[in-house]
């Protein structure tokens, strides 16, 4: 709790302002309640101890840094992973258009070996045909220099490795935007789980002080059981808050690709970690400059250009075909051929495959279009939400502020008023359990500011890691 003042001391100061008799000053370990009806008599309470008030398991995994996080990024997530391998695959697919404008070269032999033959006299010579044994090995060499929709097509998938760049650098964007909301999950879940501990502790004390009252003769178990309630309800508050610290911490994991639930130190400087985000992803001043509107235009002239690939399917296109062939025992024939012949090839007629692949180019190619107006859209839009969350979330964290600061203060005085007598329970416990309300939502606000801040950034932001 900020100010310097926690629960605990709130209540040694309601205790010591409500029994004014006693004599000795109070450790912070014990609180002295005198009965009224006899000013001798004192009643010690002692420190309240309970075992859920001790702090949440630690996880197996902590990350100290934004960078320690990013190196589990980088190696162990398999978003980021299988979003890196889309750009390996479009390089693959720029080799396999080339390759079409290569020669290709092949290579077989074969070995027969006839079991019925032929003589034949011949000039005073037997021909045995055909041979018992020929093996013959032959090498072609295929190339189509001239062809025009290949080399379009080849410079088509270049600027697709381009584009698919583009997406992974808007991929980045997006994990990075995750794991710092992870991250900042973590440590809010973390905080609320503390909170919830000191509020079962307070929550343990007006207990004690109800059952110190009604020892005294001054309350009913009314406010005993009114007090039990509460502490009833503080409890449900550390299961369901260690629940959500608990599914933070695996979320965490899921985000740099561990099986492990992960944890973020709590000596993590917010002001820090925001810095090092700023320096990981540079932001753009231009909505044009984002990475996902940057990749939808590129998605735009390769779709373009596929559209104009199809109009270049009629074209003829030239080859070159060269085979040469070695035979151990030909017929009629030398044993090496070596041949070399121009191919022209003109197509006629498809069957209609050319139009509808120039159909379907057109369609994509409007789709493509949409796709980027819808990209434009989407980041004019979240660049000003996220611009106007930074000044909302600030505001509600300010406000929510002066209600924690309110409720302390109610809290404090309806402590001394129902230890003076003039109170009831139900103010104690509704104050009570204002405070905690309080204490969670602001700490919940503190956490959403810095998440704002850092959204803000990331929305136009181009990351490198």
């Known amino acids: 709790m900020k100010g310097g003042v926690s629960l605990q001391n709130i209540w040694v100061l309601a205790a010591t302002l409500s029994f004014a008799s006693v004599a000795r000053a109070v450790p912070p370990e014990t609180t002295t309640v005198t009965d009224t009806t006899d000013p001798l008599a004192p009643v010690t309470v002692p420190e309240v101890s309970d075992p859920m008030l001790a702090p949440p398991p630690n996880a197996p995994v902590n990350i100290d840094s934004w960078a320690q996080a990013l190196s589990f990024v980088r190696t162990r997530s398999p978003d980021y992973l299988a979003s890196y391998a889309t750009i390996k695959r479009a390089e693959a697919q720029t080799r396999l258009a080339l390759s079409s404008l290569l020669p290709v070269v092949t290579g077989t032999g074969s070995y027969a070996h006839n079991f019925f033959q032929l003589q034949i006299p011949f000039n005073g010579q037997t021909l045995v045909t055909p041979p018992p044994d020929n093996w013959t090995a032959t090498a072609t060499a295929t190339w189509t220099p001239l062809n025009a929709r290949a080399i379009y097509d080849y410079e088509s998938t270049k600027r697709n490795v381009e584009a698919t760049a583009l997406s992974f650098d808007d991929k980045r964007r ?21 909170l919830n501990r000191v509020g079962l502790r307070s929550a343990l004390e007006r207990l004690h002080l109800t059952e110190a009252r009604l020892q005294f003769g001054q309350g009913t178990p009314l406010d005993v059981d009114r007090a039990n309630a509460d502490v009833a309800a503080a409890r449900r508050l550390i299961i369901d808050g260690d629940e959500s610290l608990r599914r933070a911490r695996e979320a965490l994991a899921v985000a740099i690709g561990s099986h492990e639930p992960t944890a973020v130190s709590s000596t993590l400087d917010l002001e820090a970690f925001e810095q090092a985000v700023s320096r990981t992803c540079r932001l753009n001043d231009a909505i044009e400059h984002r990475p996902d509107v940057r990749a939808a235009r590129e998605r735009v002239l390769v779709s373009r250009r596929t559209v104009e690939s199809a109009l270049l399917a009629p074209l003829p296109t030239l080859g070159v ?26 197509p006629f007629y498809d069957g209609g495959y050319r139009y509808g692949q120039l159909r379907d180019a057109r369609g994509a190619e409007d789709q493509a279009i949409q796709a980027l107006e819808q990209a434009r859209l989407n980041a004019i839009v979240s660049a000003a939400q996220a611009k106007r969350s930074v000044e909302v979330s600030r505001a509600d964290r300010d406000v929510s502020k002066t209600e924690r600061d309110l409720a302390q203060r109610i809290d404090l005085r309806t402590r001394d008023a129902y230890a003076r007598g003039r109170g009831t329970s139900l103010d104690l416990i509704t104050s009570a359990q204002a405070l905690r309300l309080a204490e969670i939502n602001l700490a919940i606000l503190e956490f959403q500011v810095a998440q704002a801040q850092a959204d803000a950034v990331l929305e136009n932001a181009e990351c490198t890691f």
């Open 321 to 346: 075909l060269s085979q040469a062939t070695y035979m151990s025992e030909p017929v009629l024939a030398p044993n090496g051929i070596f041949a070399i012949e121009a191919i022209l090839t003109i």
């Open 174 to 194: 997006q994990i990075a935007t995750s794991l710092v909301s992870t991250m900042l999950a973590t440590l809010s879940s973390r905080r609320v789980a503390d």
